[in-house]
T-cell receptor
Framework: DSGVTQTPKHLITATGQRVTLRCSPRSGDLSVYWYQQSLDQGLQFLIQYYNGEERAKGNILERFSAQQFPDLHSELNLSSLELGDSALYFC??????????????FGPGTRLLVL | AQSVAQPEDQVNVAEGNPLTVKCTYSVSGNPYLFWYVQYPNRGLQFLLKYITGDNLVKGSYGFEAEFNKSQTSFHLKKPSALVSDSALYFCAVRDDSGAGSYQLTFGKGTKLSVIP
């Protein structure tokens, strides 16, 4: 158990809908990362937050957004869902944002199925 | 831009035999290299990392990895494979080129099957 929690574990929804994925980082970790894992794209970085502020953006669609709250938990919002958004979404956390050699610890993921 | 290649989609090895999972990387600055393992329906578990220092890095569950700068490789190894090592293995890299972002770039993963 990495100490990173994600809810829900599974989510089934329809095209065009909006969902929110939640992540709680390890105690003491200030940085949260979101990744998407799909069969065709592999594991891709979406976005990073550090202590409430956006720090870096990767291959995140405009339909997707995220935020980190004062208690350091983070939410990833996915809207106008398409079939291709079906994937496993991981959250990871680390202590700080600037330690290049720092380990990221991953949560168990949320499996999203868009029908 | 940084990238990672895992040239083998699948590696099969007999239980008790040594295993190697290959990884090569490309970065513009100094490489910081990681190995993660993913069991079915589970998240990624950290195995080991190379930051600096000794080229041979030891990690969890008896795994080790060898950093080779001239060959830009970071192969994962274990002297004696267990059936329970069967999983999906990911190599990842982060560089210190100063671009300001610290996300990991992952390889496509290698499925390891250890045959009893």
């Amino acid at each position: 158990d990495s100490g990173v929690t994600q809810t829900p574990k599974h989510l089934i929804t329809a095209t065009g809908q909006r969902v929110t994925l939640r992540c709680s980082p390890r105690s003491g970790d200030l940085s949260v990362y979101w990744y998407q894992q799909s069969l065709d794209q592999g594991l891709q970085f979406l976005i990073q937050y550090y202590n409430g502020e956006e720090r870096a953006k990767g291959n995140i669609l405009e339909r997707f957004s995220a935020q980190q709250f004062p208690d350091l938990h983070s939410e990833l919002n996915l809207s106008s869902l398409e079939l291709g958004d079906s994937a496993l979404y991981f959250c990871a956390s680390s202590v700080v944002a600037t330690g290049v050699g720092e380990t990221q610890y991953f949560g168990p993921g949320t499996r999203l199925l868009v029908l | 831009a940084q990238s990672v290649a895992q040239p083998e989609d699948q590696v099969n090895v007999a239980e008790g035999n040594p295993l190697t999972v290959k990884c090569t990387y490309s970065v513009s600055g100094n490489p910081y290299l990681f190995w993660y393992v993913q069991y079915p329906n589970r998240g990624l578990q950290f195995l080991l990392k190379y930051i600096t220092g000794d080229n041979l890095v030891k990690g969890s569950y008896g795994f080790e990895a060898e950093f080779n700068k001239s060959q830009t490789s970071f192969h994962l190894k274990k002297p004696s494979a267990l059936v329970s090592d069967s999983a999906l293995y990911f190599c990842a890299v982060r560089d210190d080129s100063g671009a300001g972002s610290y996300q990991l770039t992952f390889g496509k993963g290698t499925k390891l099957s250890v045959i009893p």
